[in-house]
């Protein structure tokens, strides 16, 4: 079991950033490999980078060399630095723990033109 809680989302204007933060609560054993993933409006959820404890990480590659995904495993928590930020970024943005199917409520990020 585990808790998810997704933060940092907001409005932002095209070509700006902004860092997303999930905390995670619960068995360790679920924390292995986490994501983000998102959905567009009219979209299906989609992943968007993933990290494993050990560190390496996977991008799609709409985001590649714009987004950074990292952990902090002494806090339980997972970040994606997203730059660059265009339109087509906007959508609900939520964490993943894949070991266990968790996931959290999302938070909306929308970017304006």
């Not at 560190?55 to 730059?83: C, E, P, W």
């Amino acid at each position: 079991q585990v808790q998810l809680a997704e933060s940092g989302g907001g409005l932002v204007q095209a070509g700006g950033s902004m860092r997303l933060s999930c905390a995670a609560a619960g068995d360790a054993d679920c924390l292995s490999t986490m994501a983000w993933y998102r959905q567009a409006p009219g979209k299906e959820r989609a992943l968007v980078a993933a990290i494993h404890s050990g560190g390496s990480t996977y991008y799609t590659h709409s985001v590649t060399g714009r987004f950074t995904i990292s952990r902090d495993n002494a806090k339980s928590t997972v970040y994606l630095q997203m730059n660059s930020l265009n339109p087509e970024d906007t959508a609900v943005y939520y964490c993943h723990a894949e070991a266990c199917a968790g996931w959290g409520k999302g938070t909306l990020v929308t970017v304006s033109s």
